[in-house]
């Protein structure tokens, strides 16, 4: 599908269970896209749970291009942010996901502008769960944030593990930071990716069933 946001469309890739619950919105990491194949992995398995999926671009072709070579479109976590923000109101504007409640999945720098925009929309985004990302870029707006927030890191991810820590203490909402043993950044261990994907499926189970504070 295509989702206009702005003057531009973003590419995105949007399926459904047959019974979703709740509906999970992508927000890829440095350099990557829709097609990675961790989030890929973790999309089927939180489909298998009862959940829809969105991965999509938050770059077009051309910017992906550009930040190629510049690299700074990546860290620009308001830029990404107000593209999380609007593909998420457009999305409820549709009639397949107009009644569902969303949640964000995050990784790497992703996972900072997945909570900025949870912090911008308050009680539309229910649940958000970052993987090894970096919720440190989003400092600012984490005491905003009103969505239930799972962060997951590796432990052996020892400067990311690091920064989360720092992270979650800012965080003023229900909340859970998981450390999956033996992992690294990227959680190429045998079992690791596995276990990100069973915690935020649970997380994301969970939270569909619960009504939002207030």
Do not use: C
């Amino acid at each position: 599908m295509q989702i206009p946001v702005g003057d531009v469309s973003l590419a995105g890739d949007l399926e459904f269970p047959a019974d979703a619950a709740g509906l999970v919105l992508f927000a890829h990491g440095s350099g990557s896209s829709r097609h990675s194949p961790r989030n890929q992995h973790v999309a089927r398995v939180l489909r298998a749970a009862g959940s829809g999926t969105l991965l999509f671009d938050l770059l077009t072709r051309e910017e992906e291009a550009e930040d190629a070579y510049s690299g700074h479109l990546r860290f620009d976590i308001a830029f990404l942010a107000e593209r999380l923000v609007a593909a998420s109101r457009w999305l409820t504007s549709q009639s397949v996901a107009q009644y569902l409640p969303l949640g964000y999945f995050g990784s790497s720098t992703g996972a900072g502008a997945a909570l900025t925009a949870a912090a911008l929309l308050g009680s539309a985004i229910r649940a958000v769960v970052s993987r090894g990302g970096r919720p440190d870029l989003a400092m600012e707006a984490l005491p905003h944030v009103t969505a239930a927030t799972l962060l997951i890191v590796g432990e052996r991810d020892e400067v990311v593990l690091r920064l989360n820590e720092e992270a979650f203490a800012r965080l003023a909402v229900e909340k859970s930071l998981a450390v999956v043993p033996g992992a690294t950044h990227l959680f190429e261990e045998p079992g690791a990716l596995e276990a990100v994907a069973r915690l935020a499926a649970h997380w994301f189970e969970r939270h569909w069933k619960e009504r939002p504070a207030g």
